[in-house]
T-cell receptor, first 109, second 113 residues
Framework: AQRVTQPEKLLSVFKGAPVELKCNYSYSGSPELFWYVQYSRQRLQLLLRHISRESIKGFTADLNKGETSFHLKKPFAQEEDSAMYYCALKGGGYQKVTFGTGTKLQVIP | DSGVTQTPKHLITATGQRVTLRCSPRSGDLSVYWYQQSLDQGLQFLIQYYNGEERAKGNILERFSAQQFPDLHSELNLSSLELGDSALYFC????????????FGPGTRLTVL
């Protein structure tokens, strides 16, 4: 079975402070990991995927297979980063995608 | 709009009733996924269709059913509604059969009174 755990329901940080949204997963094979973001009154959208190893809007995420984690990080939080963030895992082959319960990021001005 | 569309935006109904939610995928996408989003449970996968066939099932209640039509739009039918069914229902689509890169619709907010 595959599982995604986001331990924090709410994370509040001040503008300019570093951000780390935690994501831990459970999967026996080699997963694909994703971060999705949902801004207020907007639809859920893909933020980044571990395969691309890209930085989007200043956010990065590194897959740590030893710790089975895929934490989302940004060195300096901006007010526009306030949103709901979901970590998602897709197993190999035709496995479905499993989403975590989400973390609400609140950036305080 | 070439993105995923969902109708209606809002739906208010009473317990025991039946409703149908509609989703049109992005042009060219063959997979449609349905999710339920509630405050305490996050985003829960319900069911997936690919090119008209059911391909994966998640935590979908027996009172719920779905189908995907030849034109690839999909409908989620919710019956014998209960207060606990109140939630946001999202549809997503992707080109591939099973993809982690999904494109989401705006959602339908269902309120059961």
């Amino acid at each position: 079975a595959q599982r995604v755990t986001q331990p924090e329901k709410l994370l509040s940080v001040f503008k300019g402070a570093p951000v780390e949204l935690k994501c831990n997963y459970s999967y026996s094979g080699s997963p694909e990991l994703f971060w999705y973001v949902q801004y207020s009154r907007q639809r859920l959208q893909l933020l980044l995927r571990h395969i691309s190893r890209e930085s989007i809007k200043g956010f990065t995420a590194d897959l740590n297979k030893g710790e089975t984690s895929f934490h989302l990080k940004k060195p300096f939080a901006q007010e526009e980063d306030s949103a709901m963030y979901y970590c998602a895992l897709k197993g190999g082959g035709y496995q479905k995608v499993t989403f975590g319960t989400g973390t609400k990021l609140q950036v305080i001005p | 709009d070439s993105g995923v569309t969902q109708t209606p935006k809002h739906l208010i109904t009473a317990t025991g009733q039946r409703v149908t939610l509609r989703c049109s995928p992005r042009s060219g996408d063959l997979s449609v996924y349905w999710y339920q989003q509630s405050l305490d449970q996050g985003l829960q996968f319900l069911i997936q269709y690919y090119n008209g066939e059911e391909r994966a099932k998640g935590n979908i209640l027996e009172r719920f059913s779905a189908q995907q039509f030849p034109d690839l739009h999909s409908e989620l039918n919710l019956s014998s509604l209960e207060l606990g069914d109140s939630a946001l229902y999202f549809c997503a689509s992707s080109v591939a059969l099973a993809s982690g890169e999904q494109f989401f619709g705006p959602g339908t907010r269902l309120t059961v009174l």
